[in-house]
């Protein structure tokens, strides 16, 4: 009977040479694109956040009772 085995050596070894250069080549600009995404989102939380702060500093007249 005839087998046909896909996953030998040679074949395997060629698939994760292929999968190391995918990686290598696609993942630097999938973190790039993470990080200007993740920029977009907490920067305007950030500014928003020290605007408040700054506008909590004003002195406050308050009397003790």
Request: charged share 25%; proline share 3%.
């Amino acid at each position: 009977m005839f087998e046909i085995n896909f996953f030998n050596a040679e074949r395997m070894a060629t698939f994760w040479n292929y999968s190391k250069y995918l990686l290598e080549g696609v993942s630097l600009p999938i973190m790039i694109a993470f990080a200007i995404t993740a920029l977009g989102i907490f920067l305007p939380m950030i500014i928003k956040a020290f605007k408040k702060s700054d506008e909590e500093e004003q002195d406050f007249e308050y009397r003790e009772f």
